[in-house]
């Protein structure tokens, strides 16, 4: 054993004093910009390049529509619009709105007769264009919402069952943005006295338990800071939240319980606070760093994908990451070394265990040596036991479908979403989730021509005996399918605006899907149109069409995410493959690690298709059946969250073996001595970490919670079966390869047997 130090070196002092000090300057500069930072993120979801998000970018500024943006006002308990009194009822509605500022114009069955505007069941609907100006146009939905409110209250006398809901894609955007910044609140306020509690039973002292909760909250608030100033110049999701939140308290907690893990070894050692404080900065630090890298590579691999949300959570994972360990090795060497042997204060009297002042995780322990003997003693048998039902579960993963859930895809409980169900039992929730289809003819036929308006007729009617559609609205259907372009002088300025693009070259046709027609079905319905040879339809050669609206945006979105899914998995897999073979200098080790995360990875996805897709256990989750589906960016989001995850403990377990190796123990020796000093460690941080992603999954946003129940998985699975058996015996099983070609370069040779037997 080396001896202690007994004095630590001023210049070693000083560095940590110096990294301590631009720490804090940098978390003093960051935090002010953390609070409120959901007003500076996006619900929208932006595709680069993709056709959907043109369509609508078109639509708002070359067809001068009033209704590029628009709110549903959903009518239930007045009498049938048809009749004078309801005619009054919305009259009074529709002009009471046209008062609100942003709003430009609101129409009805009063002002425009259709079916449309008359629900099934008696309802009504009045469409409502929004122009912001220098507001977003979700800064309207309070004021509308407020609107609402007070002209319930005013027509409640004459109409005591009269009730007034506003929904559409802005509504909803606004909502999910709420909803996400209460479900972070409300899975801190769980996760936070839970990792508390297990890290003051992973060491027995409530100053060392308290400081690995601090680095997570720190890391969090930074994270969230760097966010809100990356926010103004980049498209940033609103998902930044959750995932900030959520692997703040997982990857800082795990970084900073391996410092002070390290530390406390080493004061148990007998070194003094400042050369301990040096030890875990050197040898924790070093490993913090591989296995970050490993989590950086996967965060990054999201940057390639050409979505704002999975670049968002991209953003967010590399700025945790940098956070959590620039905390670690910046600022938590300079407290461990002030704080010294008062780690250990504030002892928390725990059952059946009796606190030692040498205590640490990564201490030796009996009980995990001996599980270590059993392991390596047999490790075939260990292999297969342990290998066999997890190879079956991963197995599951290829029946995983991507696609939007047929239910609960968006938070039952929001003020928008309620109002579409109504929409949807009126019959008329297509007005929300449109088709939208411009057609543009060459010059020679504008849509106001004779051959132009035959040839959007044409089209017109091939969609109109589509029986996905229970309404197509364009510059045909609004003049009741006449023969010539006379008769839309009739159609109000404000709706034909909407349907002619400025310079008359192309016209915009709405197809309102059917009730009853799920978002899968929405997906394959925007393909076709997009494959369909819109020239042959129309008889005019050189005319085209785009696609866009909602259900558009999630065919683009499932296009890209399955397109660039296979990328992904090789970035990652390459990435962390070359950062292992430089940290640990061993192609076995490296090429072992990847294939057991990949192990991992399949066999949280196949729990993934059991529980949420195929139904079996969803209620625990809220659901009242199956979904389906999974959403296409959970399995890419996944992947690379799980794979950097996963690679830590696996850091965590291989760096401490081949430290024993490089110490001159046998194989088996060191894999016993390695478990035995890492296997606490592991535990504690897994648990923290999946005690943080279920709190995560007990919330109302079902993409979160299908991503927190995978990660928890992925972690459970990882920690224990994989690193605790399957790891070990394969470590045992390869010998020497394991640290091929220059793992061992520089170690003692030795050819002592084990002593552990």
Known sequence: MVMPSSKTGRGAARRRFWLAMSGFVMALALLPFSFRVERHLETAVHITGGESEKVDLELAQRFQSSYAHRVVLVISGIPDPD???GADALGFLTSSLRSVPGVVGAVSSVDWPDPLFTGNNGGALIIVGLDPQAESVEALVPQLRTKADWMEGHLRSQYPNIKLEITGETPLNFDIRKVSADDVRHAEERAMPITLLLLLLAFGSLVAGVLPLGVGVLSISMAMGAAALLARHLHLSILVQNLATMLGLGLGVDYALLMVSRFREALAE???????ADIAARQAGGTLIVSATTVAIGFSALLIVPISELRSIGIAGLLVTVLSVMLCTFILPWVLGLLGHRINAARVPLPGRRFKTQDSLCAPSERWARWGGIVTHRPWVALLVAGIPLSVLAFQAHRISPGVPERGSLPASAESVKALHTLQGMGRSGIVQSIR???ELPPQSPPLSPAGWLAISRLTKRFQSDPRAQEVLSLPTLTGMSDTADAVDQVPEAIR????RSDGQATLIELLPTANLS???QIRWVREV?????AAITGVPGAALRVGGIPALNADYDSVAKERLPKVIVGVILGSLLALLIGLRSLVAAVKAILLNLLSVGASFGALVLVFQEGHGSRLFGLDGPTGTVFPIVPILSFAIVFGLSMDYEVFLVARVLEERRRGLSERAAVIEGLARTAGLITSA???????????????????QMLGFTLAVAVFIDATVVRMVVGPALLQLAGDWNWWPLGLYGAPVTSEEELIQ
């Open 83 to 85: 009749s004078a009194k």
């Open 270 to 276: 007998g070194y003094d606070p400042g050369c301990a």
């Open 437 to 439: 289809v411009i057609v």
């Open 497 to 500: 605006k909407g349907f002619l």
């Open 519 to 521: 978002p899968n079905e």
């Open 530 to 534: 997009r494959s369909s040879d819109v």
């Open 686 to 704: 897994a648990a923290i970490m999946i005690a943080v992603f279920i709190a995560f999954t007990v919330g109302s946003f079902l993409v979160v």
